[in-house]
């Protein structure tokens, strides 16, 4: 029953994150595309596992749905991986929902998505296939990075006998890519 209604997640996934591309127009303004790199420790609270350090990349597509091109940007799909010194890695797809103030200085961006873990010698997180969601908050010390820290949350939703989960916090560095 759990991997039908994963299979159903992850069609929806799809559908949500494929389905701009069929418009000839994007429903929103160009904005700029990310690369997000960040480095912190893997696991505080539920499943601690404080001695292990996590490395993360995630790229962020300029184009999204749903937006203004005020202080919302919409909805903009995002690919990620992320890594830690336990051998654990996860890879993941998703949808981030990123908020500027301050004619763009400062940015909140909320995200979730689903993936596949790869427990190495690392936390047993219950399964393969994960959640994930996060918070990241950053400034833009110059025209093209940011500066910024994010809390992440992964676990697989209850979908398997077993559900620790796991957290981090990253100190995180956004490279910017577009027309400014």
Request: aromatic share 14%.
């Amino acid at each position: 029953m759990f991997k039908r209604q994963i299979a159903a997640a992850l069609i929806v996934l799809a559908a949500a994150v494929c389905a701009p591309l069929g418009f000839a127009t994007p429903a929103v303004a160009k904005d700029d595309a990310q690369l997000t790199v960040g480095v912190g420790p893997f696991g505080f609270g539920v499943a601690s596992k404080p001695d292990e350090v996590e490395g993360r990349a995630e790229y962020r597509f300029a184009w999204g749905f749903l937006g203004t091109k005020d202080w919302f940007r919409g909805f903009k799909p995002l690919l990620g991986v992320t890594a830690n010194t336990g051998g654990s890695a996860f890879v993941y797809a998703g949808l981030a929902a990123p908020m500027v103030w301050d004619g763009g200085r400062w940015e909140i961006v909320p995200e979730g998505g689903i993936g596949y873990y790869r427990q190495g010698k690392g936390l047993f997180l219950g399964g393969e296939r994960l959640f994930h969601v996060g918070l990241n908050a950053s400034y833009a010390v110059t025209d093209s990075g940011r500066l910024g820290v994010g809390i992440y949350h992964i676990s697989n939703a209850n979908t398997y006998r077993k559900n620790p989960g796991v957290n981090s916090i990253l100190v995180t560095w956004a490279f910017t890519f577009g027309d400014r």
